[in-house]
């Protein structure tokens, strides 16, 4: 778990300061936020983002690739972003869940196509996270050699 702060450092120049397009490298993220707002989700239908309101005492859930990945996009993670153009402070309290990093990752059972396979091979949820980090930093491979390339489409256009 960490806490975020989004300071108003730019406002002189009139500039909103967060974090840029990114989904989720883990599973699922469990994320409490004050009341300044500034989060919002990208919808791909639209092609616009959409303003994710705050609700005092309210956890915004977010899937991560790796939930994409296990269940073979049927549960999409989701792009998203943070702009805070309020002139005040944010806060966030989020909090990642990736797992066990020994823990195979494959396809569940329910999730295969209707010829039974899935879209990806297994993984180790260390090797996903190592290869994710890997992937955001520019290297080719993670410590183990192993690179973990897929993205979603719209993190790759993001950059």
Not at 55 to 73: C, E, F, P, Q, Y
Request: with cysteine; net charge neutral; proline share 4%.
């Amino acid at each position: 778990m960490s806490k975020n702060s989004y300071n108003f450092l730019l406002k002189r120049r009139n500039i909103g300061i967060g974090i840029g397009a990114h989904t989720d490298f883990g599973a699922v993220t469990l994320l409490l936020q004050d009341a300044v707002g500034g989060l919002q989700v990208f919808d791909d239908p639209s092609e616009t983002w959409i303003d994710v309101v705050p609700v005092s005492g309210a956890l915004v859930v977010n899937l991560g690739d790796l939930m994409r990945r296990w269940s073979n996009d049927r549960y999409m993670s989701n792009l998203h972003r943070v702009i805070n153009t309020s002139g005040r402070e944010r806060y966030s309290v989020p909090f990642f869940f990736g797992g066990n990093p020994d823990f195979l990752v494959k396809c569940l059972p329910t999730c295969v196509d209707e010829k039974g396979e899935a879209k990806y091979g297994p993984v180790s949820v260390g090797q996903w996270v190592q290869g994710r980090y890997a992937d955001t930093y520019g290297e080719k491979e993670n410590e183990k050699g192993m690179a973990v390339p897929e993205l979603s489409r719209h993190a790759v256009s993001a950059r």
